[in-house]
């Protein structure tokens, strides 16, 4: 069972099993914050913009919508309430796409506890194009729930925006300005830099999650060292001669 306590190695809470949300439950941990949101049903149909409000609104920060967990207002209390998983990850990715302005990027995972029933985790990685507009609204995350941005703060994070497109144009320049045949010929030269918005979940899972990690990382530069030309291996980590 994954451990719910929050640490260095463990920065956010993400469930891999129904036995991780009921541990959360019984020990009082579980409930809605900043960073995660529980419903007990995808939203219908009809509730498709109210779905894409509530993945815009983590878009700022980056979050977690959990499907499948059943609140009692008044005690304030949570309870399992598995849901039918059919299509639903489709739909929250069709959702996301389609109707935020830009559309937004999700990482959804299921928990299944029986065939075609159990749980919906979808992660939405903290955006660089935030804020997302729904309906010509703009949405953030409070404490516990959604909320309509101001104008101010709108702004300011378009301007947090445009300075992050200013640093890749930066970047670029930087790459023209050391290109070694910039005065060879009348050739064109095409310019790319890349950065990735989201990274995966499993980016580097072998080497982060492997117990002998240390070895694995003193052979990959040594095999660097010895063959700096060589491929690496797509079935693991190792470099090919």
Same mark, same amino acid.
């Given at each position: 069972?994954?451990?719910?306590?929050?640490?260095?190695?463990? *920065?956010?809470?993400? *469930?891999?099993?129904?036995?991780?949300? =009921?541990?959360? &439950?019984? %020990?009082?941990?579980?409930?809605?914050? /900043?960073?995660?949101?529980?419903?007990?049903?995808?939203?219908?149909?009809?509730? @498709?913009?109210? #779905? !894409?409000?509530?993945?815009?609104?983590?878009?700022?920060?980056?979050?977690?919508?959990?499907?499948? &967990?059943?609140?009692?207002?008044?005690?304030?209390?949570?309870?399992?309430?598995?849901?039918?998983? @059919?299509? +639903?990850?489709?739909?929250?990715?069709?959702? !996301?796409?389609?109707?935020?302005?830009?559309?937004?990027?999700? &990482?959804?995972?299921?928990?299944?506890?029986?065939?075609?029933?159990?749980? +919906?985790?979808? /992660?939405? $990685?903290?955006?660089?194009?935030?804020? /997302?507009?729904?309906?010509?609204?703009?949405?953030?995350?409070?404490?516990?729930?959604?909320?309509?941005?101001?104008?101010?703060?709108?702004?300011? #994070?378009?301007?947090?925006? @445009? !300075?992050?497109?200013?640093?890749?144009?930066?970047?670029?320049?930087?790459?023209?300005?050391?290109?070694?045949?910039?005065?060879?010929?009348?050739?064109?030269?095409?310019?790319?830099?890349?950065?990735?918005?989201?990274?995966?979940?499993?980016? +580097?899972?072998?080497?982060? %999650?492997?117990?002998?990690?240390?070895?694995?990382? !003193?052979?990959?530069?040594?095999?660097? /060292?010895?063959? $700096?030309?060589?491929?690496?291996? $797509? =079935?693991?980590?190792?470099?090919?001669?």
């Amino acid at each position: 069972m994954t451990s719910i306590y929050l640490s260095s190695e463990n *920065p956010r809470w993400i *469930p891999k099993t129904e036995a991780d949300l =009921q541990a959360a &439950i019984d %020990g009082g941990l579980l409930d809605e914050t /900043h960073y995660l949101d529980l419903k007990e049903a995808p939203s219908s149909k009809g509730d @498709n913009k109210e #779905l !894409a409000r509530d993945l815009a609104s983590f878009a700022v920060d980056g979050g977690t919508l959990l499907v499948g &967990i059943k609140e009692d207002k008044e005690t304030r209390t949570f309870e399992l309430a598995p849901q039918p998983l @059919n299509g +639903l990850p489709e739909k929250v990715e069709q959702v !996301a796409r389609s109707i935020p302005d830009p559309p937004l990027n999700v &990482i959804t995972e299921v928990i299944e506890t029986a065939p075609g029933t159990g749980y +919906l985790v979808a /992660h939405i $990685p903290a955006s660089p194009a935030a804020p /997302h507009m729904v309906e010509g609204r703009y949405f953030g995350r409070g404490d516990k729930t959604k909320y309509r941005l101001s104008d101010t703060e709108v702004l300011r #994070l378009h301007a947090r925006r @445009n !300075a992050v497109e200013a640093d890749a144009l930066g970047l670029l320049r930087k790459e023209m300005n050391e290109d070694p045949l910039q005065n060879v010929g009348q050739q064109s030269h095409f310019f790319l830099v890349a950065q990735p918005t989201a990274g995966r979940r499993d980016l +580097l899972l072998d080497l982060t %999650g492997a117990h002998d990690w240390n070895t694995w990382l !003193a052979r990959l530069i040594e095999r660097a /060292h010895q063959n $700096p030309g060589a491929e690496r291996d $797509p =079935q693991g980590m190792a470099f090919l001669p």
